[in-house]
């Protein structure tokens, strides 16, 4: 018990003496370290008779615990010590003019918004805008999906609490009620794009509870599957800043078309970095197909008049391929790093004629 002491008198006076926080770090480790005084005692408990180790056991844990504070309250007093010696020293130049601050950036969804418009623009099309939060009409029954369809369950869609069933409202699931609002309230020939937040129950890398769609549609007569090739080629060819690109349509189906497809481009991995329009590798992107006459019946247009062609794709998912970015969750989080590095400065816009626009 006297050595205890003894040691414990010792120990106090070497963490009192300690005048920097280095030499009260190598203090610490030489005596609470793996191979430490303390930690030595300690493990000499286990070769002891039991009424040994209850005499010792409670005094050598005490003499831990000491210690412990002892180095606790010691460096607290270093460090305010090291502060206060910092703050004597050092001086603020109130004279000095104030850093540059840094320009604000465009976020990726604005500037791959504004690259669609403005190419788009330059095919022709307006741009078309609606509510996010639908009725069933437009969300689903106008655009052929039957009441039966998975995209109408509750696990997929966001529905807001109405007391009757029939009049509960949904967050929009995709851009297409756009399109039929506009088939309803406009005469053919229509030529739009619908960009625009939509909203499904889904969350990981790949997929947000909020995204953002583009959609196209065109309605006239003798509209037929060429032009949606063309259409489509210009866009991609533009968007990616590509002289030539490899296309294909596999066929696929939506209930809002007919026939459906989905549209690949070429591409192929150089190292990390995902070269688009070349390659023997395919991507796929959008869906596209011919507007489903029974959709341009349900908004008033004779379909035996009147034909045209839709397609859609995530602008979030644009702006990944296009930018190189792996997460889509990134996209919402605020993360002012995140924003320097992505973002873009104003103008910075391609055309049909390749490039940015400045």
Known sequence: MEQI?????????????????????????SVLGKKGQITGLLKTLGSMTPEQRKESGPLLNQLKNRIIDAVTVKKDTLEKAGLDARLKKERVDATLPVRPQTQGTIHPVSQVMDELAEIFADLGFAIAEGPDIENNFHNFTA????????????HDTFYLAEKEESARKVLRTHTSPVQIRTMINQKPPIRIVAPGRTYRSDSDATHTPMFHQVEGLVLDRDIHMGHLKGCLEAFVTAFFEIDHVKMRFRPSYFPFTEPSAELDIGCHFDGDTLRIG??????????????????????????????????????????????????LRAFFESDLRWLRHYGFAALDIPTLAGGLSR
């Open 5 to 29: 002491s003894d040691l414990q008198k010792n120990l106090l006076n070497d963490v009192e003496s300690a005048d920097t926080l280095e030499a009260l770090e190598a203090l610490r480790i």
């Open 143 to 154: 655009l052929n999906i039957p009441e039966e369809h998975p995209a109408r369950q509750m």
């Open 278 to 327: 070349e390659g023997d590798d395919w991507l796929e992107i959008l869906g596209c197909g011919m507007v489903h006459p029974k959709v341009i019946a349900n908004c008033g247009i004779d379909p035996d008049e009147y034909q045209g062609f839709a397609f859609g794709c995530g602008i979030d998912r644009l702006a990944m391929l296009k930018y190189g970015m792996t997460d």
